[in-house]
């Protein structure tokens, strides 16, 4: 016997269809038909050695039970499937987990701060009441939720449609409070559904909400899982590639004229590699190689070429930061995304702000106004509720009003009254349907009117673009997006365009064990490992950094690769017109020596790291005096204080610096929070000094390398090489700065 496989089932064929549709199309006999074994929307059907490759022919591309179906020999599958299984399993685990992990931290977050603490942060709403709404689709609780005071609009919060919120009163962790998804949100109310009638209190005032999971992304990557798994057509091929169950496919390199004339080599390239891939393409851009601008230029590209375009990236500033440069390329760029996370300068570009012109759904506003007319002209009829209704039906009761009888005990006039409610309730869903109808139309327009459609990866599974399929899809900083995060747009597209960089921070993982498993692996690093570095063209030119801040990244995490674009190879702080300081103090000397980067060691001196009760992270008061009496000097060179940061890994270490430092202008944050930007003067306080030589998460090298390629003409680096040389990195650190820059032992 020989495994066919047939793809493309409905769930409603069975077995008994299969063996129809072969016996008459394929003229075989039954008996020449073995085990039938369903997978999703896939079967595997034994046939007889003799006639197996004739039945897959004839039934290619034909139909069964009224479906037509993919037929193929392959006698891989199953393993294949097992792979696919195997894969998909693994994710919606790990996406499980790190759900729960977020639960877990709101949790210990209501635990330790206070309703209003929540409430400022944007985590919580206070002082609600509860208003029942009826049930609605699949027979779900609906409850609004308005402040207690009528007409008060609701405080800034992070709650949006599709999270999980828990509601309670004066308990906010007590195990029953019922917890319900929100399904519609305005200024003034929060409507949440709830699986289960929720306890009676939810009706009443004073009460809590706090936001317990921001669900819809975690759940949008468990549908792309899900589609996945029953994916057929040009979903099922790339589902196999990205797995490596089958190889990529290259066009012909084709000839083009660049929009961009600045590109420099690499950059082309990789535009004309992206174009020439029919599957998957990867752009590697080290720090300032010019990644988005390479991913710009592909997307004119594919415009150029009348492709349907989809641009994502993770977090909305990345997105806007596509948008922004499409706009300025006079690419039309539809936003989809709530305006309220979109950059106000570019809100005229999203969907929400440019479909209220659309006449369609101008037409849809004035029909709503219309249903919510008739609603309110409803009330003053009587609703057919059990009390007047009595068990009659709906057409029992309009038939009665028209031959003016009454029955059951309920007199003509109600029957009457109950009919024109009914009337009116006809006309509200004629309307109703008629507005979404309008509002889908619009969107459509929308979508296929614009060149390039652009979202965060989440976005990209929402309502509006459901259904949707793109030509291209470009991920920008993909490196920064869960591989189940980057599916989500991939579920859309034909094919697949990644620019990122896997030398620098992966995404945030709360939960350890879904870190350790593969979560924090990018979709990216999949295919470069999968595919190798015939998938990926790097962009080897940087436009950022002096050399010599360069070459220690270059030499520790791209192999040499990177060269320094000769307009920023030799620049130096010199060059902007400062008042350098002139003193020798280490603080002055790190400023005005020609040495780009430089080291003050604090290995001489007390150990003077610490963690403060119940943190997990750490500071050092002694490197944050330091960074102060830098600034200080920074300050007085006259430099613009916008171009100056202060980075560390430690969050408690920003805290401290903050209060030191009185400079507004000079912004201190974390590494994470500093990946992808630049400044001309980066100071960098690593932190770590114990007796224990212990350097906690800057073992993690890309967190360094993320450090080390801020700055374009100056990086004061202040650590201690005692506790972090343990570490052959940062050894070799502490040793190139000695060769190449301006090494200080305090
Ligand atoms: N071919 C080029 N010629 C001149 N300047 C360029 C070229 N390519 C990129 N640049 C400049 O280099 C800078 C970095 O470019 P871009 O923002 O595209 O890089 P990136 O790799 O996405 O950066 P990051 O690593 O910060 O995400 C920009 O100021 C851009 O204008």
């Known amino acids: 016997m020989t495994e066919i496989i047939i793809k493309g089932l409905k769930e409603h064929i069975g077995p008994g269809d299969i063996v129809g549709a072969l ?20 079967a595997l059907v034994e046939i007889e050695d003799s006639v197996s490759e004739k039945v897959a022919k004839v039934m290619d591309d034909n139909q069964i039970a009224g479906v037509t179906v993919n037929v193929e020999q392959d006698n891989d599958f199953r393993d294949k499937l097992e792979q696919v299984e195997d894969y998909l399993e693994k994710y919606e685990h790990l996406v499980e987990l790190e759900r729960e992990e977020e639960m877990r931290r709101h949790e210990s977050e209501i635990k330790h701060l206070s309703g209003y603490e929540r409430e400022e942060k944007g985590r919580a709403i206070l002082h609600l009441r509860g208003r029942d709404e009826g049930q609605g689709l699949a027979g779900k609780f609906l409850v609004k939720f308005m402040r207690n005071h009528k007409g008060e609009e609701l405080p800034d919060n992070e709650i949006s449609i599709g999270d999980l919120v828990m509601l309670s009163k004066n308990e906010p962790l007590n195990d029953d409070n019922p917890t319900g998804t929100v399904v519609e949100q305005t200024n003034y109310s929060v409507t949440v559904a709830f699986d289960n009638k929720p306890l009676g209190f939810v009706y009443g005032k004073d009460l809590r909400m706090d936001l317990y999971v921001n669900d819809i992304t975690f759940q949008r990557m468990l549908d792309a899982l899900e589609e996945l798994r029953v994916a057929t057509g040009r979903l099922d091929e790339l589902k196999d590639k990205l797995l490596g169950l089958s190889g990529l496919n290259f066009s012909e390199t084709p000839e083009i004229e660049f929009f961009n004339e600045q590109l420099n080599q690499p950059q082309q390239k990789a535009v004309k590699s992206a174009l020439a891939a029919d599957d998957f393409f990867l752009v590697h851009g080290p720090p300032g190689t010019g990644k988005t601008t390479t991913a710009i230029e592909i997307l004119q590209q594919a415009v150029e070429e009348e492709q349907s375009i989809l641009a994502t990236a993770d977090s909305n500033t990345a997105v806007d930061n596509i948008v922004e440069r499409l706009v300025e390329q006079d690419v039309e760029v539809l936003r989809v995304g709530h305006p309220v996370r979109v950059n106000p300068l570019l809100r005229e570009h999203t969907l929400d702000y440019v479909i209220e012109e659309h006449p369609k759904y101008q037409k849809a506003v004035e029909l709503r106004e219309k249903a919510y007319d008739l609603l309110e002209q409803q009330e003053e009829h009587t609703h057919p509720s059990g009390k007047w209704r009595r068990g009659m039906s709906n057409g029992q009761i309009r038939s009665l009003a028209e031959d003016g009888k009454g029955s059951r005990g309920v007199p003509p006039e109600k029957i009457q009254d109950m009919a024109q409610w009914l009337k009116l309730q006809d006309k509200i869903d004629e309307l109703f349907e008629k507005v979404e109808r309008l509002e889908d139309e619009a969107v459509q327009e929308l979508i296929d009117r614009a060149d390039v459609v652009c979202s965060t990866n989440s976005t990209a599974g929402s309502e509006v673009l459901s259904g949707q399929e793109f030509d291209l899809l470009v991920v920008d900083e993909a490196t920064q997006a869960t591989e189940p995060s980057a599916l989500i747009p991939l579920t859309k597209a034909k ?19 879904a870190k350790q498993k593969g979560l924090a692996k990018s979709l990216f690093e999949r295919l470069l490992e999968v595919h190798g570095s015939e998938i990926k063209q790097v962009l080897n030119l940087q436009y950022r950094m002096n050399q010599d801040i360069m070459n220690f990244s270059n030499r520790e995490f791209y192999d040499g690769q990177l060269e320094a674009a000769p307009a920023v190879k030799d620049w130096q702080l010199s060059d902007l017109d400062l008042e350098l300081p002139d003193g020798n103090a280490p603080a002055e000397q790190a400023l005005n020596r020609e040495e780009v980067i430089s080291f003050l060691d604090t290995c001489g001196m007390e150990v003077s790291e610490h963690s403060k009760k119940d943190s997990t992270s750490v500071q050092n008061e002694m490197e944050a005096d330091l960074v102060e009496e830098i600034v200080g000097q920074v300050s007085r060179t006259g430099i613009d204080l916008t171009e100056v940061a202060v980075i560390t890994p430690y969050q408690d270490q920003v805290e401290l610096i903050n209060k030191l430092v009185a400079a507004e202008e000079i912004e201190i944050d974390t590494v994470d ?10 100071i960098f306080s690593l932190v770590r000094n114990n007796e224990r030589k212990n350097i906690g998460f800057l073992k993690d090298i890309r967190r360094l390398n993320v450090s080390l390629t801020r700055a374009k003409k100056k990086l004061i680096i202040i650590g201690d090489s005692d506790t972090i040389a343990r570490h052959q990195v940062y050894n070799n650190l502490t040793n190139y700065v000695e060769k190449h820059g301006f090494y200080y032992e305090l």
């Open 23 to 42: 016996t008459n199309e394929a003229d075989i006999s039954g008996n020449q038909i073995g085990n039938i074994d369903f997978k999703n929307k896939i």
């Open 495 to 513: 094919k697949v365009v990644l620019a990122g960089d896997h030398k620098q921070l992966p995404p945030t993982i709360l939960n350890e064990e």
């Open 673 to 682: 929070g500093f990946q992808g930007r630049e400044k001309e003067v980066i």
